[in-house]
């Protein structure tokens, strides 16, 4: 079992900078595209649906920037590690404060990102040594 996930973490771990980036840039264009509708779907406030793609987008920016280096700083990688962490818990936050008018729409969005940022994160934090350095780096 474990050299199967050593084989699995392997194909994932050179490309989690991208899977994290492209995630983040894609959900966060989605809810700007959306977010009145999706304010009327989770029933919450439009500002909150707005902010919370407008946070995307930044953090998708930093994880890109890294993930485009050719040589990546530790401490960026353990910052971009804390960040998503951080959202998670913003994430779990909004939850409990939205409880009392959000939809299960909204509690199944929420709920997934935190535990979606929360995995990118930890895994980041694991393999963070092997982050430092370019997925293609020896091409």
């Not at 998670?88 to 404060?97: D, F, M, P, Q, V």
């Not at 409880?99 to 994160?121: Q, T």
């Not at 982050?131 to 780096?137: H, I, Q, Y």
Request: proline residues 2%.
């Amino acid at each position: 079992m474990t050299e199967r996930m050593s084989l699995s973490a392997n194909r994932i771990v050179p490309a989690l900078l991208w899977i994290d980036c492209v995630g983040a840039l894609v959900v966060g264009g989605l809810v700007l595209t959306g977010y009145r509708f999706l304010s009327d779907w989770y029933h919450v406030d439009w500002r909150l649906i707005l902010f919370m793609g407008l946070a995307n987008i930044l953090y998708g920016c930093y994880s890109l920037s890294l993930a485009i280096r050719r040589h990546r700083p530790l401490p960026l990688i353990v910052l971009l590690a804390i960040a998503n962490m951080g959202w998670a818990a913003i994430c779990l936050a909004l939850l409990w404060t939205q409880w009392h008018v959000i939809s299960l729409l909204g509690v199944v969005h929420l709920f997934g990102e935190a535990i979606y940022v929360a995995s990118l994160g930890l895994m980041e934090l694991i393999f963070r040594q092997r982050l430092t350095t370019a997925w293609l780096s020896n091409i």
